[in-house]
């Protein structure tokens, strides 16, 4: 992956949310959407551009499973918005978005690659911060939810030996798989 596309999204994300314009709450909110964006084109287009469709397809998963977590607990969670908007502020939803592409990101191809994405998914973190759309432990509820499902949906792209947990309403386990 060219470097230059990292700190493009990067540097494209904190220009959103500059000094200047940062005051405003509106544009952190609208920063943290662009970052998750970015995050999640990173998550689709880096197996994309390496012919990987069983990586596009866990990142979508671990992307899916994040999300859905993460609105599941808000309707059972009642924590109020910094801002006061709703009741719907438990966990960060973006957050729990950009982690899960991230995590699927570097448990797919390594640090090289998460290293990036976790850099910009912790930017959404903050920013859902900074835009009064979350309490710090919404996020970082947000962000554990994320990183989780990604770690767990997806697995190292060639790796010959692959050790994963497993589990479900009977039970769990842990399963080996090798290639020979």
């Known amino acids: 992956m060219d470097k230059r596309l990292w700190v493009a999204a990067l540097a494209g994300a904190m220009i959103v ?3 200047g314009e940062a005051k405003s709450l509106h544009h952190w909110d609208q920063a943290s959407t662009a970052a998750a964006g970015a995050v999640a084109a990173l998550a689709f287009g880096v197996p994309l ?6 990586g596009m397809e866990q990142a979508g998963l671990s992307m899916a499973l ?3 977590s993460a609105f599941a607990l808000k309707t059972l969670v009642d924590e109020r918005r910094p801002d006061g908007s709703d009741h719907h502020s438990f966990p960060s939803g973006h957050t729990s978005f950009a982690f899960a592409a991230a995590a699927s990101l570097e448990n797919r191809y390594g640090w090289e690659v998460g290293l990036s994405a976790f850099a910009l998914a912790s930017f959404v973190g903050v920013a859902r911060v900074e835009a009064k759309r979350h309490h ?6 947000g962000a554990a939810i994320g990183s ?7 697995r190292r792209a060639g790796r010959a030996i692959d050790l994963s947990a497993w589990g479900g309403a009977g039970g769990g386990g ?3 798989r090798a290639n020979f």
């Open 174 to 176: 842990l399963a080996l």
């Open 148 to 154: 989780a499902s990604g770690l767990l949906l997806t």
């Open 49 to 54: 551009a390496k012919s990987d469709g069983a």
């Open 17 to 19: 949310a500059s000094p």
């Open 66 to 68: 994040g999300t859905g």
């Open 136 to 141: 710090w432990y919404d996020v970082a509820a």
